[in-house]
Structure formats: structure tokens, C-alpha cells
């Protein structure tokens, strides 16, 4: 017996935080979430597998546009010709409210919002039952597991599916420990909702696929679904099939010596990677902590300039850089997103004496400074009060970034 298991298709999503993307590299970002989901009806057709499993989030949001609901059809009809059973649910996302109508194909099986259990039978006579619901709205507070019946006696499978997470009653998207699946006895656990691939529990597998085309710079690596088939000692196991064309990675260069903005820019084009394993990678670059960058470097480095001539050196977009950053030293404490060094520098260049002296006649209005200045401080006192004052005024916080607020 052999499944295929995925989950997060996200059709019709967006790719977020792009800039400065050419026109051919922008067609394959709105087709990529429509490719991996026919790259996963080819692997589904080649494998021959017994049927297909879509744990939620099929697509981005409620409501979908007709091309997504259109190339999902299209996905689902090739699967009925190829006679292959699918059970789906739908997750946060595209949950669909009670009296929503799908006309799916034959081969289609859709959870409604009560768990309930449909089986199978395979090509070779093995008996499957598949267990599951889908949301009805976008929040799911109260903890489902209790609903799923143990494991049915008269099946040689039973299959859980479950688009949530690891929480407790109260918790927004079906909250569920790893001890209440286990529970039930099920021989595998078909997981959605989050969008790294893990494995909660090896036997019986307890298992998120992943999503199947990353969308942000935070889902880096390659994506995908996973093939499940059954061994010789009734255990199923699975293994991971990359699907998305394309991929975010992450790239640290070698940089030597002090550089400045020409230097760092042709160390850049010369160490920057020009080809990719399969499909597109859009690059994250990380410039490594050890690098010493002049002035203006920092400053093309901060404004977007550097990216944006890396960009237009580049011959191809088989990789391509969507983002350059300064490593963060963290031995250092961050301060709203500015490291020691980098805030104490700024000081010593804004807080002067001469600056001092000008603004002094503005800050005597102020009883707290009007009391300062008649203090002896030496210029560097007088910088860090003056720093003092700024992390406490835009709640700035040296434990690791701007204080909590969204």
C-alpha cells in the first residue's frame, strides 16, 4: 500500500518581501504554487500511488480566486483519470463555511466540520480508513482528537488527518498533544498546518509534510510532499519528494580585509552563486560578522543600493538575490535592530560637544535636563545619558531587539 501525503498548497498566494524582480523571474513566482501542485500530480501518477492525502490550507484564502479553483479542478480531474482516490480537508485558510457546495470529481472525498471517517479499499485489497474534518472557520479552539473514534478493528490501516498544532484548549488552530494521537492507535498521523517538514513520532509516524512551495524569506529549503508506503512488518513509512520550483536559500560570501562599496560589489558578482540544484533559488545573503565595511559601503549596504547593483550584474535568474544583510554579532547586545557598536559610533558622531551646546538653549525648558546641565559630565557621559534617554523614549531594549508590540 502507498499514499501520497501533503499539505499547505497555499494556491494563490502571494511571495512577500520582493523587490526589483525581472519580468521573467516574476512569471514563475505566480505560477509556482500551480506547478508544484501539477509536479505533484505527476509524482502521484508515476508512483502509482493507492491514493492522495491534502491536509488543509489547499488554498491561500477563503475566498479563491477562478484560476486557483480552476487549476486545483484541473489537478483533481487528472487524478480521477488516473483512478486515483483523494481525501482533502480544508485548514485556517480556505476554511468553508457549513452550507459551501464543491463539485469535485468522483474521486473526491471532502471533510465536512464534524470528524468523520471514510474507507478505502486499495488495488491489492487492503483495507484503509481515513479519519479527519475541516474548518468551518478560521479559528479551531477546542481540541478535535476527543472526536476521533480508536482505531477501527476491521481495517489494516488507519490514517489520521489533522491540519493543527501542538497546544493546549484555547489555542487558535485545533490544539493537539503528540500523547492524545498516540492514543488512538492509528498507524500514521497525516499533519498540516505547519510549514517545516517534522516528524513528531517516528512509529507510528506522526509527520508534517511541509508546505508545498515556500512564500517566505523564514521558509527556506526544499518543499514538498511525502510518499508513504507500507513494509514488510505492517509499519508505514515515509520520504520526502522536493516539488517547488522554487526554493529560498540562504548564502554567507567570503569576504577578506577591510572593503569598501566597489570591493564589497565585485566580491559579491564574483562568489555569487549562477546555477541551481532544480528551478530558481531566490537567495538571502548574510555578509558575515567579521567583515570590516567602510562608510559608504555601510551605507549602500543599509539603503538597498548594494542589492540593487548586485542585481543588475547578474546574466541569470536561475539565482537570485532578494535580500542583503549585516550578520548580527550576537555577542552583542541589539538595540531596535542596531548592534553596540553600531549605536555607540552613532552617538559618538550626533552627541558633540558643539551639538550640545546648540541645542542646550531648547532643552532648558526641561526640568530634568535643565538640572543635567548643571552637572560636570564629560562628553562621553553626556552620550550615554543621551542614549539612555532615547532607548527608554521609542522603547528601545538591549535583550534582543525592538520591546514586543505586534
Keep these: 500500500m502507498k499514499f501520497l501525503h501533503a499539505a499547505d498548497l497555499h494556491l494563490d498566494t502571494p511571495f512577500q518581501g520582493l523587490t526589483g524582480v525581472p519580468s521573467a523571474l516574476r512569471s514563475q513566482l505566480i505560477a509556482a504554487p500551480l506547478t508544484a501542485l501539477t509536479r505533484l500530480v505527476d509524482l502521484a501518477i508515476t508512483e502509482q500511488v493507492d491514493f492522495v492525502l ?51 470529481p468522483a474521486n473526491v472525498h471532502a471533510f465536512g466540520p464534524s470528524v468523520k471517517t471514510v474507507t478505502l479499499t486499495t488495488a491489492d485489497q487492503t483495507q484503509v480508513a481515513i479519519s479527519g474534518f475541516s474548518y468551518d472557520q478560521r479559528w479551531v479552539t477546542t481540541p478535535k482528537i476527543a ?18 498544532q501542538l497546544g493546549t484548549a484555547g489555542d487558535h488552530y485545533a490544539p493537539f498533544s503528540v500523547g492524545e494521537l498516540l492514543a488512538k492507535h492509528y498507524d500514521y498521523w497525516a499533519l498540516g ?43 508505514l513509512r515515509p520520504v520526502f519528494h522536493a516539488l ?17 562599496r566597489p570591493t564589497l560589489l565585485k566580491q559579491l558578482v564574483d562568489q555569487f552563486p549562477t546555477t541551481a540544484e532544480d528551478g530558481t533559488e531566490l537567495v538571502l545573503i548574510t555578509l558575515p560578522t567579521t567583515v570590516e565595511l567602510s562608510a559608504t ?110
Design 54 to 104: 491534502l491536509v488543509g490550507d489547499l488554498f491561500d484564502q477563503q475566498a479563491q480566486s477562478v484560476a486557483a479553483q480552476a487549476g486545483l479542478m484541473a489537478a483533481l480531474e487528472r487524478l480521477n483519470v488516473a483512478q486515483i482516490p483523494v481525501v482533502l480537508s480544508f485548514g485556517n485558510h480556505d476554511y468553508q463555511p457549513v452550507d459551501s457546495q464543491w463539485h469535485f
Design 193 to 235: 498546518h505547519i510549514h517545516q517538514r517534522q516528524t513528531l513520532n517516528a512509529v507510528p509516524p506522526v509527520v508534517y509534510p511541509g508546505n508545498l512551495q515556500g512564500r517566505y524569506r523564514d521558509e527556506t529549503g526544499q518543499k514538498g510532499c511525502l510518499i508513504v508506503e507500507s513494509q514488510a512488518d505492517q509499519t
Design 297 to 406: 559601503a555601510m551605507l549602500a549596504l543599509t539603503q538597498g543600493a548594494l542589492l540593487t547593483q548586485l542585481q543588475g550584474q547578474l546574466t541569470t535568474t536561475a539565482c537570485w538575490p532578494v535580500d542583503l544583510q549585516l550578520a548580527t554579532d550576537k555577542s552583542q547586545p541589539v538595540l531596535g535592530g542596531l548592534d553596540q557598536a553600531v549605536w555607540q559610533q552613532a552617538g559618538q558622531r550626533v552627541v558633540t560637544t558643539e551639538q550640545i551646546a546648540a541645542l542646550a538653549d531648547h532643552l532648558l525648558a526641561e526640568p530634568f535636563l535643565n538640572q543635567a546641565l548643571l552637572e560636570d559630565l564629560t562628553p562621553a557621559q553626556w552620550q550615554q545619558r543621551v542614549l539612555g534617554l532615547l532607548q527608554e523614549q521609542y522603547h528601545l531594549t538591549t535583550e534582543g531587539g525592538a520591546a514586543d508590540g505586534d
Design 244 to 260: 517547488a520550483p522554487i526554493t529560498w536559500t540562504t548564502w554567507i560570501p567570503k569576504l577578506q580585509g577591510p572593503v569598501d
Design 147 to 164: 472526536d476521533y473514534s480508536a482505531k477501527l478493528p476491521m481495517v489494516d490501516y488507519h490514517i489520521g488527518m489533522l491540519h493543527g
